[in-house]
């Protein structure tokens, strides 16, 4: 009752004019601001890095004017502390943001006006380095027009697919409708801005889900240069893409400059140690992921537990539902679910060759549905010849792979791998590997089930040929070690990187090492 009636208390006051600003006010004198929206780190840190930038400051470049967007704390701090770095390299940068502490919960008009009191107070620190709109405070609005109001509702559909992690959502929920009207609120202002403004490029993170999502569409639609970036799996290194989400992982320009290079053997051997350490979940160079909790075994082992036969095996690897890597990747299928349910039908009726579902480790770390269920709602008992591996199961994936004769996936790294070993694959959804000429790529579901039934005919004539695998390989190195582009300081580590790669290390000797991500994240083409 208590949390009820300070939550009205709460929206009542933020209907009143000067309430919010009375109150910080008062707290600045008494405490500092105390909820989930903080930015101290940035604050403590700030002096240290504009003395930094200013003892660094390598001039004008060319003098681009580049518009950040982001919401959410963490995000603010990032993209402000780039912005500021970029500010001495050279170009001119302007933060928009929105004050928010939670994606997926309302917030009080109160707290929220707050939020942005306190943000207001920090972020003018950075100035002249640094200009700051907040969208809250930003009366120019504009309506959407119909073609990006509806990517604005595709955006806030995967919001909901994202927070709940589901793939089919009701739009009367709860979370599709906050969604919604916070990604239209975002897209109106940040739209009146960028036309305002006029800046030479747009840059902002993820550009799939959430505010980010919305921003990334206003500037395509502005037709405004605009590059999104995400952190990888490794230290000093950024994934980024220009004019597209990098959630898609679009490689076709890098692979197209790559594809006729052979590798050289020390690359070779690098991809070669790389594909051993994930093989086992160790660690490898930079890389700072544990891809496998449980070491190899071997297959002859796995077979014994699992209580394989010499029929064919076909492995199904799954994703993680709700995954930003899963979000609208459908070519034939409504959903991943939907695909595996109609995959298990199949195979129901194939008693002569054995069907191992592995399920995503990740489903450890979620709480959506999990693909166990899916399977399980499908057919309530297995037939002797399917095996569902659940996220917990101590198994190796490499060593499934090992005596798999043919692979299906909706867009994990997997199929890729699996290609690497000769295994032939089927992908069902768009992933950034598939076309490349070492996986199958049905577009229809009778073209899936056709592809199933020839290869399943003689699965050993269909293993991929020398000059595939080789290509598998090359595409790896390629993904791996040349996709990613150096960059200082990762998102969830971001002030003990700075400890590691101060700005002025980063302005100063390391600059030759970032100045080309700087420029590609400011529009210039990447030179693959």
């Not at 906050?178 to 609120?185: E, S, T, V």
Request: proline content about 5%; some cysteine.
């Amino acid at each position: 009752m208590a949390k009820t009636t300070g939550k009205f208390v709460k929206d009542f006051l933020g209907e009143l004019p000067y309430t919010a600003e009375l109150v910080w006010q008062l707290q600045q004198k008494i405490k500092p601001l105390n909820t989930r929206f903080s930015l101290k780190k940035f604050q403590h840190h700030l002096p240290e890095v504009l003395a930094q930038v200013n003892a660094n400051a390598r001039g004008a470049q060319d003098g681009k004017r580049v518009m950040f967007f982001a919401s959410l704390h963490y995000w603010i701090e990032q993209t402000a502390l780039l912005g500021l770095t970029m500010a001495g390299a050279g170009y001119r940068p302007h933060l928009a943001y929105l004050p928010y502490f939670d994606w997926q919960k309302s917030v009080s008009k109160f707290d929220l006006r707050r939020n942005n009191l306190y943000a207001k107070d920090v972020l003018a620190k950075a100035k002249p380095y640094l200009e700051v709109t907040s969208l809250l405070d930003y009366s120019k609005s504009k309506g959407l027009p119909p073609a990006l109001l509806k990517e604005i509702k595709r955006v806030s559909y995967y919001d909901a697919q994202y927070t709940l992690q589901v793939e089919t959502v009701d739009l009367a929920s709860d979370i599709y409708r906050l969604r919604l009207q916070r990604n239209i609120f975002a897209a109106e202002r940040f739209l009146a801005l960028v036309e305002e403004i006029k800046p030479d490029a747009v840059i902002v993170p993820n550009g799939t889900i959430q505010e980010l999502g919305a921003a990334y569409r206003v500037a395509k639609f502005a037709g405004i240069p605009v590059s999104t970036y995400e952190f990888s799996d490794q230290k000093d290194c950024i994934w980024m893409a220009q004019n597209s989400e990098i959630m898609r992982q679009d490689t076709s320009a890098l692979w197209a400059a790559r594809k006729g290079k052979p590798l050289m053997p020390e690359q070779r051997k690098r991809i070669e140690d790389y594909y051993q350490a994930k093989v086992q979940g160790d660690l490898f160079e930079n890389f700072v992921r544990h891809w496998q909790s449980s070491r190899r075994t071997g297959s002859d082992e796995v077979r014994k537990v699992l209580g394989l036969d010499s029929r064919p095996i076909v492995l199904l690897a799954t994703n993680v539902l709700g995954d930003s890597l899963t979000l609208g990747r459908q070519v034939f299928s409504q959903t991943m679910a939907e695909w595996i349910e109609r995959s298990v039908e199949y195979f129901a009726r194939r008693n002569d060759v054995q069907l191992v579902i592995r399920v995503h480790p990740g489903e450890v770390l979620t709480h959506g549905p999990s693909m166990v269920d899916v399977v399980n709602q499908k057919l309530a008992t297995l037939p002797e010849h399917i095996h569902l591996i659940g996220p917990r199961d101590k198994v190796n994936t490499y060593d499934l792979i090992e005596m798999a004769d043919l692979g299906l996936v909706y867009t994990t790294t997997t199929g890729m791998e699996m290609a690497l070993a000769g295994v032939p694959v089927i992908v069902a959804g768009e992933t950034h590997y598939k076309g490349n000429g070492f996986t199958f790529d049905p577009q229809t579901y009778p073209e899936y089930f056709q592809l199933l039934d020839k290869i399943l005919l003689q699965p050993q004539q269909h293993r991929l040929v020398n000059d595939q695998i080789d290509l598998a390989w090359r595409y790896a190195y390629t993904f791996f070690f040349e996709f990613s582009l150096p960059f200082p300081w990762r998102l969830f580590k971001l002030w003990e990187d700075v400890q590691e790669r101060p700005v002025s290390y980063t302005l100063g000797e390391g600059f030759r090492k970032y100045k080309n991500t700087f420029r590609y994240l400011a529009g210039d083409i990447i030179e693959w």
